[in-house]
């Protein structure tokens, strides 16, 4: 897979963890099993930061962009669609074994595509 | 019942990372997202251990890498140092990332909440696969689903 691509899957697993300790029912929820989540939150973020930093600037924009606009920057493909707007997909670059060692984007949405392995 | 996991009850991991690595081991995911997932879980770890009652770990996340809940369950008669604190029960989850929001994560959460709240002793001392997926609330997976 690209590394830029797996920076990007990885980010935005990131974003939505820090979304999830922002939201109140979860927070809740792991208080209750017994967890704490006091300053994991300002971490998360700050961790957040420094791995942006490792992240091609090109990409990181695009991401960012993606992500004020739809909420999500990155999405799978699925039988040959895009997950996030359902468009589908050039079979020519779904068939090709090689389609995550570069970064694709959807056609028609622009979010960032990859096939899960 | 609800649920379905993946079940390893012995576990041979010396530490957290090689525990999380082992129950990855047992999803039929690629090796390419083990990997991604494996961070993201360590990341979790990293900004607050998931150690709840009775010595129970609970690595926990949300990833687009996954389309459904993925849930195994891992016991270790030595322990596992998880790091400070040793623990002998480890529920791992990974919840997908959906359009309609976490709802099924926190579901899930307020499922394991309560099993551990009702049944967190006992889950402490099984000595059985069956009876430990019984007190969580799951059932085990069925090969090749």
Not at chain 1, 12 to 25: F, Q, S
Not at chain 1, 50 to 59: A, F, G, P, T, V
Not at chain 2, 9 to 17: A, I, Q, W
């Amino acid at each position: 897979m690209d590394k830029q691509l797996e920076k990007l899957i990885s980010l935005h697993d990131l974003d939505v963890m820090i979304a999830d300790l922002n939201r109140k029912e979860i927070r809740d929820r792991e208080v209750d099993m017994g967890l704490h989540t006091e300053g994991a939150l300002e971490e998360l973020k700050g961790l957040r930061d420094n791995y942006c930093k490792s992240i091609n600037r090109k990409w990181r924009g695009l991401y960012n962009q993606l992500t004020r606009h739809y909420g999500n920057a990155v999405v799978p493909a699925l039988v040959g669609r895009c997950t996030g707007c359902l468009t589908r997909l050039p079979t020519a670059v779904c068939s090709d074994p090689e389609r995550n060692l570069k970064i694709h984007t959807c056609p028609t949405c622009g979010r960032i595509i990859y096939w899960a392995d | 019942m609800k649920y379905t996991a993946v079940c390893e009850f012995e576990l041979l991991s010396k530490s957290r990372e090689d525990a999380i690595a082992e129950l990855l081991a047992l999803f039929s995911i690629g090796e390419k997202s083990r990997e991604l997932l494996a961070m993201a879980l360590d990341i979790r770890e990293q900004v607050g251990a998931t150690v709840v009652h009775k010595d129970i770990a609970l690595p926990h996340c949300r990833s687009i890498l996954i389309d459904k809940l993925t849930i195994a369950v891992g016991r270790s008669a030595a322990g596992i140092p998880w790091p400070e604190k040793k623990v002998y029960t480890v529920v791992l989850f990974i919840s997908p990332v959906k359009h309609n929001g976490p709802e099924e994560h926190i579901e899930f959460l307020g499922h394991i909440a309560s099993c551990i709240r009702d049944s967190g002793d006992k889950i402490a001392k099984v000595s059985h696969k069956d009876e430990l997926l019984n007190l969580l609330g799951l059932q085990l997976e069925e090969q090749g689903e």
